[in-house]
């Protein structure tokens, strides 16, 4: 559902504070390096920003081994701390 994707965003309330009470440049992001191979998240994105300026999207790439590596440790790490407060996962 587009709209739990969006409720992770500020309000537009927020965005017009900012920019005409406050005077400030307005930005905010989301990043995740599923989006880039996720079949779904194109529509979901298209879909939450349908009738609105679209977002600006900007991909940055790195090393695939170094990525893979890294992505490793932090799935490693956070079972670790899933064990650490005594939670319940499938493992297989």
């Known amino acids: 559902d587009p ?3 969006a409720a992770f965003f500020p309000l537009a309330l927020t965005k017009w504070f900012q920019t005409r009470i406050l005077g400030k440049q ?3 992001f989301d990043g995740c390096a599923q989006y880039l191979t996720s079949p ?3 529509h979901l994105i298209a879909a939450a920003y349908r009738g609105r300026d679209p977002p ?3 991909a ?3 090393n695939p081994v ?3 590596a890294s992505w490793w440790k ?3 790490d956070f079972m ?3 064990d650490a407060l005594e939670l319940k996962y499938d493992a297989g």
Request: aromatic letters at 20%; charged letters at 20%; proline letters at 4%.
């Open 40 to 42: 779904s998240a194109p």
């Open 74 to 76: 932090f799935e490693n």
């Open 80 to 82: 670790d701390f899933g």
């Open 66 to 68: 170094e990525q893979a």
């Open 3 to 5: 709209r739990i994707y």
């Open 26 to 28: 307005f930005f905010t």
């Open 56 to 58: 600006v999207l900007v």
């Open 60 to 62: 940055c790439t790195r």
